[in-house]
C-alpha cells in the first residue's frame, strides 16, 4: 500500500473516531464530509504543480479543524505522542533540559538540578549550534528538541554559542525524573508549605511524602501552594484530596456525552490527617487538578482557598489511539465540585464572529451551598475564600515578560553577577527596575508590542503602494513617541515584573527550588495565608460564612 493512501485511511480513521460519537443519526453527512476530504486530498497529491508532503497537510488540515473546539483537543503525531508521555509520567531519556526554538535557533531556557545538562555546565541562554552531525539552522523546526532526548546511557555532542563564544561538549543522557513537588519545607510557628507544579504520575506520592516528613518535622498548620499548576491527572487530583477528607466521600463528578465516561469520583483510603488546618493558594494559572483540589476542600469546608481567582478549565480530556502510531487528546466530559458546581470559564461551542469566546462568569455567576451551608460560585473558575487583589497586567507587560528582551536580560545579570546571595535574602528594588527599562530601550526590536508590529507593517504596506510621500519623518517620530510609551506603561505593573524579574534571576542560580525558597521569604500571598493559620479565630471565622 503506498503512503499516501495509508495517510488517506488514517485521515479517514481520524475524523471518524472525532465525529463518530454521538452522530449516529447524521452517518450520512458524515461520510459524504469524508468522502468529500479524502477525494480532494487524492486530486491535490497527483496534479498539483508543485510537490506537496501529504503529512504536513494532514497535520494543518487536522490542527485547524480542532482550533474550532477547544484549545485542550490536540492531535499528536509520533513525536508528540511521546511528549505527552513525558508529561504525564514525569520520567524520560534526555539531558534536562527546557528550550525552545525560534528563527532557526535553539536556545536553552532553563536547566533541571542534578540533571545531566546540569553536570555538563550547560546555562540558560546557550544557543545549541550542532547536535551530534545535525546543524540546527538546517532542520525542520517540529521536533528538534526531541534531538536531546534517546535512550540513557548514550552520548550526544553538542556545539554551543554562548556570549559570542563556540563551545564543544558531550553530555551523556540519563533518565530523567521531574518531581512535581520542587520545594518543601518547615516555616515560621509551626506552618509547613509545600508547593507542587503539576498532577503527573508522582503528585500524589511526592505530596504524601512532604507531608509526612513536615508532620515528622512538628508541623500543625499547612499552606498547599498549586499556583501556577496547569492540572494534570485528574486521579492524582483525587488522592490528594483523600489525604484531607474521609473514604467515601464524593471528590468530582464527570458528565459526558457517552455514558461511560461520566463517572462519579469518591476517596478510596482513610485519609492522612481530617484535623489539620490548610490554606491552598490559587492563582489566574492554576487550572484543571489544582481547582478539583481546591475546589472539593472547599466545598467540604477543609480548606480556606486564599489568592486570585483560579483559571476555570472545567473540561476533562482522555487520550485515543488513531493509526500509525499517532494518538489525539480530546475533551470528552465536564466535571463539577461535590456541591455541583462547574467551574468553567471559557464558552468555547458558542464562540462569536469575531472569534472571541465568551465568558460563562458574563452572564452571571450561580451560587451553591458548602457542606456547612457557605456560599460558593460555579463557572469563572474557584473564587477563594481571601481574594488577594492585583493590579490588573497590562497587554504591554504580558508581552514584555513573553519577550527575548526579558530573558536576554536576565542572562546578562547572570553573566555580570557570578553569585547573589541565598533565595531567603535576595530581593530587587527600585534601580534594578530602572535597569531593566534602560536596556529595554536600547533593545527594542527584542521587545515590541502588537501595535509596533502593525505600524511598521502599515508603513510597509504605504510604500509597497507608493503612499508613503513624505511622511519618513513623522513615522519615526511617532514610532520614538510609542517605544517611549509603552516603557511609560510599564510603571503600572512595576511590582509584578519586579516580582517575575526576581523569579528568573534566582532561577539561573539557585533552580526552581531556588525560586520556592525566596517565596517563602517575601511572597505576599504566602504570608497572608500564614496570617490566617496562625489565627485560629480568623481562620474559623472563614469556615463559617
Not at 545535525?134 to 521536533?143: A, H, T, W
Not at 490548610?278 to 492554576?286: A, F, G, H, P
Not at 516603557?487 to 525560586?515: A, M, Q, S
Amino acid at each position: 500500500m503506498s503512503k499516501i493512501k495509508k495517510l488517506i485511511i488514517g485521515v479517514f480513521i481520524t475524523i471518524s473516531m472525532l465525529v463518530s460519537i454521538g452522530f449516529q443519526s447524521d452517518f450520512f453527512e458524515i461520510a459524504k464530509q469524508i468522502d468529500i476530504y479524502t477525494t480532494l486530498f487524492k486530486e491535490l497529491n497527483m496534479y498539483y504543480i508543485d510537490e506537496v508532503n501529504p503529512a504536513k497537510l494532514t497535520n494543518n488540515a487536522v490542527n485547524h479543524m480542532l482550533q474550532n473546539l477547544d484549545p485542550y483537543t490536540r492531535y499528536y503525531d509520533e513525536q508528540g505522542v511521546e511528549d505527552a508521555r513525558i508529561q504525564s509520567t514525569g520520567e524520560y531519556g534526555g539531558i534536562g533540559a527546557i528550550s525552545t526554538y525560534k528563527n532557526k535557533t535553539l536556545t536553552i531556557r532553563e536547566i533541571l538540578k542534578n540533571s545531566p545538562a546540569e553536570k555538563s555546565d550547560i546555562k540558560p541562554g546557550d544557543k545549541i549550534l550542532k547536535i551530534d552531525d545535525i546543524v540546527i539552522k538546517d532542520y525542520d523546526e517540529k521536533g528538534v528538541s526531541a534531538l536531546f532526548n534517546g535512550l540513557p546511557n548514550t552520548t550526544l555532542k553538542l556545539q554551543i554559542e554562548r556570549q559570542s563564544k563556540k563551545i564543544d561538549v558531550e553530555i551523556t543522557r540519563k533518565k530523567v525524573v521531574v518531581n512535581p513537588v520542587p520545594y518543601y519545607t518547615m516555616l515560621a510557628n509551626n506552618v509547613g508549605y509545600i508547593a507542587f507544579t503539576k498532577f503527573n504520575e508522582k503528585a500524589a506520592s511526592e505530596v504524601k511524602k512532604a507531608f509526612l516528613e513536615l508532620k515528622e518535622e512538628g508541623m500543625q498548620k499547612l499552606i498547599i501552594d498549586v499556583r501556577g499548576n496547569p492540572g494534570g491527572l485528574l486521579m492524582e487530583a483525587v488522592k490528594i484530596t483523600n489525604f484531607f477528607i474521609p473514604k467515601d466521600k464524593i471528590v468530582v463528578i464527570t458528565k459526558a456525552k457517552v455514558e461511560k465516561w461520566s463517572n462519579t469520583f469518591k476517596t478510596r483510603q482513610e485519609p492522612l490527617d481530617l484535623e489539620i488546618p490548610i490554606t491552598i493558594l490559587v492563582n489566574n494559572r492554576s487550572a484543571s487538578a489544582s481547582e478539583i483540589l481546591a475546589g472539593s476542600l472547599q466545598d467540604y469546608d477543609r480548606a480556606v482557598i486564599v489568592g486570585e481567582r483560579s483559571f476555570g478549565k472545567g473540561l476533562v480530556q482522555r487520550y485515543r489511539e488513531l493509526s500509525y502510531g499517532t494518538q489525539m487528546k480530546i475533551t470528552i466530559s465536564k466535571y463539577y465540585t461535590p456541591s455541583g458546581r462547574c467551574i468553567q470559564e471559557l464558552d468555547y461551542t458558542n464562540r462569536k464572529d469575531d472569534r472571541t469566546i465568551p465568558k460563562f462568569s458574563d452572564a452571571g455567576r450561580e451560587t451553591y451551598k458548602t457542606e456547612i451551608g457557605r456560599t460558593v460560585y460555579g463557572g469563572g473558575g474557584i473564587l477563594p475564600d481571601i481574594e488577594i487583589k492585583k493590579t490588573p497586567t497590562t497587554e504591554t507587560t504580558k508581552t514584555l515578560l513573553k519577550s527575548e528582551a526579558f530573558f536576554n536580560y536576565v542572562t546578562n545579570y547572570f553573566y555580570k553577577n557570578t553569585t547573589i546571595s541565598t533565595p531567603s535574602t535576595f530581593v530587587l528594588n527600585e534601580s534594578d527596575f530602572s535597569l531593566l527599562k534602560n536596556y529595554l530601550s536600547k533593545n527594542n526590536k527584542d521587545f515590541e508590542t502588537p501595535t509596533e508590529t502593525k505600524f511598521k507593517l502599515a508603513k510597509e504596506k504605504a510604500v509597497s503602494e507608493n503612499l508613503d510621500g513624505n511622511f519618513a519623518k513623522t513615522y519615526t517620530e511617532l514610532l520614538e513617541k510609542i517605544e517611549e510609551e509603552k516603557l511609560k506603561e510599564l510603571d503600572k505593573n512595576n511590582n509584578e515584573i519586579l516580582h517575575k524579574l526576581t523569579e528568573e534571576i534566582v532561577k539561573r542560580y539557585y533552580y526552581e527550588e531556588g525560586v520556592y525558597m525566596q517565596k517563602a521569604k517575601f511572597d505576599t500571598t504566602i504570608i497572608k495565608a500564614m496570617s490566617i493559620l496562625n489565627s485560629t479565630e480568623e481562620y474559623t471565622l472563614i469556615l463559617k460564612k
